[in-house]
């Protein structure tokens, strides 16, 4: 029996609780981003954004596993960049050939088409993966073990952070400001955010709509392949089905913090990391995926525009 | 127009270009598919994860994609626009008109041919070799015609789409097993009980999305069909968890006639046949084939009560319905109701042919293979959706049966774990190729002087 929830090692628990919830939370905001920024530009809910994250994932596993033993890169450090780069790349060209296929040609058809094409991609994606990689988990031996101890409770009990929570930490935000550059700074991001209020205006003022279109998934993937490569790393497994639930989770991210909007991803990110630990931790561990489903229903039934979103007018 | 013409080529196919497109997709397909498929990671016998070698695949596959891609370029996009330049003008409304007659023909032509199947099978390959037959493809489909034409009430006529419609379903599987097993009901009992109990969780479901519309609608329904599924995991005492629940009583022939091997009026018994499954397979054939008739037969007739325009109206357009003084609520809650109802039949069946039922059942791709089939059919169109039915359900499990290309790709090769990969590449290119799906073609219930057969594009179908 154990009496953490009690009271004894009450803050030490929460702390540790924190610190793992805004891990994860990290990694669902990088993935909620991708969902928002297209849902924001086409209107779209990109269903097959969680099985490209699961991709992403296995690219890194691959590239990790060629680089360490097929050209013997010794040092941890170089090889996770590599590999980030690498699925990053590898993952934008993923996507910018899915849009091509599955979703431009159904620009202007009724609203349901790219939504079950989108269906249609994530069933593929993930079934390409077990057939091509095999159904069973990929384990690889931990990239580090290194582990801080921030500061011990009174009866000793230790408040920790590892090296690998630390990494996504300031991978994520390194990113996270990167991204915010070229969202407000660049020509790019420019154009997209024309592209998001109103398509038909941009186009007639020169900008290239299907060619931001484009990159505005390639952007998204490119960050939820950094999602992928810190969850390979930390986690320590990935499989084929992991699209699923993460994907779901991330999309519930992005509803909470109001879609469409980019802060308001990685704060429903945070949010969604963190309801989900706490619940896990002083509820029932059991029932945590439920927790995350029914903040989704609740925010969307109660709140539909979101912390961060405009509402919604609907024009007769 | 004019000038969208001229700037195709005319002089046939333009072959540079198509092979230039056929080159850089290759090389695109072998910069993906070389990790994915050409460095697969295995785990050796210290469990340690290694990569095998297999670019050389990979580079056949990326050949094969690059190929595909130059005919496309050089043969299909050229025939396909010159073929859309004469037509574009041609469909007409007697056209239309044939099309749904032809549809007719078809649709009576087929329920002649769904009744005798299980004859003309036993007939062909004997009773024992039907067994196959009947089950995996006749019974199997008429499941997914059935929840096919159940979700088309929801989608297709109100226009909500429903993502979590396999959570009916479950609710009527489990009530059927859960009910029989510890109250020692029967199917027929039972089943309007299962009818009742999902259309009631329709009902709870369906109130708090009332103001949700489209995507939000399609996720939050997700979301429900993802904790119904989640609690029948983890309530254990209630469900039995992820084992699931087993040894469920069997359909009696309304209580005459029994198909348990042990039971004294057994029906091989009684009529002093060879014993086999195949008579009870051929039994749950017609069962589940009037049940499917029964919600088609419903749902034509509800199109044209009130209630049936209303969800129409509903689905061309919520804003103008309320105005014209139509009570979306009650509107939008049958239209969930009717549609789980009919769901909670088919799970009752479906627990009643299985003898099992545990959550795996009901995972989130059932609900999107339901929804496929309905869109991939042409939503709102009975027809349409039983074509996709047959089209995606029967073409996926004829693979099960093709071992015999194990004697070409060698024998690890396993065609059934193709499935699913093959059903989600046919979702995508039916979308891209026919968005309106097969049948593209509407009926309307109401209108002005003369019934007309409209296009699909006309109707606000799935437009959320």
């Known amino acids: 029996m154990r009496v953490t929830a009690g009271g004894l090692y009450f803050m030490e628990v929460f702390v540790q609780q924190v610190i793992n919830g805004i891990t994860i939370g990290s990694l669902y905001g990088l993935i909620a981003i991708g969902y928002t920024m297209v849902f924001g530009i086409i209107g779209m809910v990109n269903f097959a954004h969680g099985d490209v994250f699961m991709v992403s994932a296995f690219f890194a596993l691959i590239f990790l596993l060629l680089l360490t033993s097929w050209f013997g890169i010794a040092s941890v450090t170089l090889a996770l960049i590599l590999v980030m780069v690498i699925s990053m790349v590898l993952t934008g060209l993923l996507v910018w050939a899915i849009e091509r296929i599955a979703y431009a040609p159904l620009r202007g058809s009724f609203r349901l088409a790219p939504l079950i094409s989108a269906i249609g991609m994530s069933i593929v994606l993930s079934n390409f993966v077990q057939v091509a990689q095999g159904p069973r988990n990929k384990p690889i031996p931990p990239v580090t073990r290194e582990v801080y101890t921030l500061w011990q409770g009174p009866t000793g009990y230790p408040v920790n952070i590892s090296l690998k929570q630390i990494i996504i930490w300031v991978v994520t935000a390194l990113l996270l400001a990167a991204f915010w550059y070229v969202v407000q700074k660049t020509a790019l991001g420019r154009a997209q955010r024309a592209c998001e209020q109103d398509r038909k205006m941009a186009s007639l003022l020169g900008v290239n709509v299907d060619r931001t279109i484009s990159l505005t998934f390639v952007i998204g993937a490119a960050l939820a392949a950094v999602a992928g490569t810190l969850f390979l790393m930390y986690y320590g497994v990935v499989v084929f089905s992991d699209g699923f639930t993460p994907g779901v989770k991330a999309f519930t991210a992005a509803v909470l913090g109001g879609i469409g909007s980019l802060p308001g991803a990685v704060l429903g990110g945070l949010l969604i990391g963190l309801i989900e630990t706490l619940w896990g931790q002083y509820v029932s561990a059991d029932y945590q995926n439920v927790a995350a489903f029914s903040i989704l229903v609740i925010v969307l039934i109660f709140m539909p525009q979101g912390l961060l979103g405009r509402p919604e007018v609907e024009k007769v | ?464």
């Not at chain 2, 991939?376 to 290309?405: D, H, P």
């Not at chain 2, 009926?443 to 019934?451: E, G, I, N, V």
């Open chain 2, 1 to 464: 127009m004019s000038t969208q013409a001229k700037s195709l080529p005319q002089g046939g196919p333009d072959f540079g270009q198509a092979l230039k497109d056929g080159v850089i997709v290759a090389i695109i397909a072998f910069a993906l598919l070389g990790p994915l498929v050409g460095l697969r990671t295995d785990q050796n016998m210290a469990n340690e994860l290694i990569i095998q070698n297999r670019l050389g695949l990979a580079a056949i596959l990326s050949a094969i994609v690059g190929a595909g891609r130059f005919l496309l370029s050089a043969f299909v996009y050229p025939w396909l626009t010159a073929r859309g330049r004469k037509t574009k003008a041609a469909v007409t409304l007697a056209e239309l008109e044939t099309r749904a007659t032809r549809a007719r023909h078809l649709s009576i032509g087929g329920l002649a041919f769904l009744f005798v199947y299980p004859v003309l099978i036993i007939s062909l390959v004997g009773v024992q070799g039907s067994i196959k037959w009947v089950d995996n493809f006749g019974v199997q489909i008429l499941i997914y015609v059935m929840l096919g034409w159940g979700l088309n009430i929801v989608i297709g006529l109100a226009g909500l789409l429903d993502l979590g419609y396999v959570a009916f379903y479950a609710v009527g599987a489990y009530s059927y097993a859960l009910l029989a097993i510890n109250f020692h009901l029967s199917f027929w009992v039972l089943l309007p009980v299962a009818g009742i109990l999902a259309a009631f969780w329709g009902l709870i479901l369906g109130f708090p999305v009332l103001r949700l519309r489209g995507d939000y609608l399609a996720i939050v329904t997700l979301a429900f069909g993802e904790i119904i599924r989640l609690v029948l995991i983890n309530w254990k005492a209630f469900s039995g968890g992820s084992a699931g629940i087993s040894s469920i009583p069997k359909v009696t022939l309304f209580g005459l006639y029994s198909f348990d091997v042990s039971a004294p009026n057994n029906f091989a018994k009684v009529f002093h046949l060879a014993a086999s499954s195949a008579y009870y397979k051929v039994f749950l054939y017609y069962l589940i084939l009037l049940l499917a008739l029964l919600t088609a037969f419903v749902t034509m007739r509800l199109r044209r009560l009130p209630i049936g325009r209303a969800w129409e109206a509903l689905r061309e357009d919520e804003v103008a319905c309320r105005s014209l003084g139509i009570n979306t609520t009650n509107t939008k809650l049958t239209a969930f109701a009717i549609g789980a109802m009919f769901g909670g039949f088919a799970g009752s069946f479906f627990a009643a042919r299985q003898g099992f039922v545990s959550p795996e059942s009901f995972i989130f791709m059932e609900s999107a293979v339901i929804v496929a089939i309905v869109v991939l059919g042409g939503m709102g169109s009975m027809i349409g959706v039983a074509l996709a039915a047959v089209a995606m359900i029967g073409g996926t499990e004829l693979l099960r049966e093709l071992s015999f290309l194990k004697a070409v790709f060698g024998n690890d090769f396993n065609p059934d774990q193709y499935r699913m990969l093959l059903f989600g590449l046919a979702m995508v290119i039916i979308m891209v190729w026919k968005p309106r799906g097969f049948v593209s073609v509407r009926q309307p219930t109401a209108f002005l002087f003369r019934r007309k057969t409209v296009s699909g594009d006309l109707v606000k179908e799935g437009h959320g």
